[in-house]
């Protein structure tokens, strides 16, 4: 499968560079730890992940101020970095990489079904992507979850420092659409 290729080079990637990975999760519920698990080798880079389904448990358990919660919601750019910080910062890991969003059916925080943020958390700072995908509950965690892999990969190809944007306006930020 190609997630699974993506995700074998993610583990590959991070045990040649001698990195860690951990990672926060909401409406993925856990399938972004279970795809990078599904490879053999794994945990020589990755050292666990926190599914914090629930608003207060980001706050608690990852440490997402709750200015941000009350500022831009749990489905924001803001909070997906917010969780990809406080997961490293939680293990020591090198790398955070968190999952927020709309699986759907329902609208939440009035974003539609497919409006998702992935955080990447580095030794040099951070980033997000807004992702807009189509397809039902599962296919947009399915999709969620492959393209979270690949930016992290993305990053750890480019090198923690250049792979961040420079320019205060974007903070950071980029945004695709998959179908």
């Known amino acids: ?35 990078i698990t599904s490879v053999p080798g794994a945990s020589k880079a990755y050292v666990g992940g926190v599914v914090t389904y629930a608003t207060d448990l980001k706050v608690s358990l990852l ?4 200015d941000v919660v009350d500022r831009y919601g749990v489905v924001s750019a803001e909070c997906a970095q917010a969780m990809a910080d406080g997961v490293r910062r939680l293990t020591g890991s090198t790398y955070g990489l968190s999952l927020t969003g709309v699986a759907g059916p ?6 539609p079904a497919g409006t998702v943020f992935v955080g990447v958390a580095t030794p040099g700072g951070g980033l997000t992507r807004r992702l807009s995908l189509d397809g039902g509950r599962e296919a947009i965690r399915e999709a969620a979850c492959r393209a979270a892999i690949g930016l992290l990969v993305e990053v750890v190809i480019a090198g923690p420092e250049t792979a961040l944007s420079t320019d205060p306006g974007r903070a950071g930020r980029e945004e695709t659409s998959l179908g």
Do not use: C, F, I, P
């Open 106 to 111: 329902d609208l939440q925080e009035g974003k």
């Open 63 to 66: 440490g997402v101020a709750e």
């Open 1 to 35: 499968m190609a997630e699974d290729l993506t995700a074998a080079n993610l583990v590959a990637l991070l045990v040649s560079e001698g990195a860690t990975l951990a990672t926060a999760e909401s409406l993925s519920g856990g399938l972004l730890g279970a795809r």
